[in-house]
């Protein structure tokens, strides 16, 4: 990772700012880019202070224009972007009590047509280039239908498809993409969970798990490896099984 440029969007807090550090740590060039300024001023000045090059700016992941005009200067300030991490996401409890119109599309916003956004601006300059590498931080949520989850499932689903696609339809333009798939890690998500969390990562050792996955440049990781084996096990069991099960591990 040394020397390389790379943007990380939803980088003011939780795994983005974690990851940002990692990379520093690694000698990577970091642009930080969120909605909150004076918490990317922050990090910013501690990773300076820690001898990294950084640069960050303020934008919003659901407004095209804007988050256009903020990769633009992030890159006017650390040149040509090698690595893009589409991190910036956020989930929430659905329970159908709660239930509120509007909330699905606002979710699938900002975890789906937001990393969209961004990939918009990357793609043209990578190929133009071809070299860059695509990165997109889904979950185990989207591999299965999870209860009170469904817009944060749907929207991580269609987000881990389409890198999967869109891997196989780079390749050989010599731009890679990696698609990164956590269970549960400690962030400000995860500390509103009411259920049972198995397996839960500290955030640093899960930033960590994600540096090396990016500087392996690997396709669709899960971790940790006991998520993964959950995964592999229950979408092999019949249907009416998974759902059996999975609908008795999280309250109504």
Known sequence: MREQNVVITGAS???GAYLARELTRRGAHVGLLARRADRLEELAEELRAAGGRVAWAAA????????H????????ELGPVDVLVANAGYGRPEPPAKFQPGRSQAMYDVNLFGMLHALDWAIPRFLERQRGHIV?????????????????????????????????????????VTTICPGFVESELTEKNKFPMPFLWKTDRAARKMADIIQRRKGEVIFPWQMALFIA??????????????????PA
């Open 13 to 15: 807090s939780g795994l």
């Open 60 to 67: 919003d992941v659901t407004d095209p224009a804007g988050l």
């Open 69 to 76: 005009a903020a990769l633009d200067a992030l890159e006017g």
């Open 136 to 176: 997109g931080v889904a979950s185990v949520a989207s591999y299965l239908g999870m209860p009170n989850s469904y817009s944060y499932c749907g929207s991580k689903a269609a987000m881990r498809v389409h890198l999967q696609s869109l891997r196989l339809s780079l390749k050989r333009h010599g731009v890679a």
């Open 233 to 250: 096990l229950t979408t092999r069991f019949p249907r009416r099984f998974t759902e059996w099960l999975l609908s008795r591990g999280v």
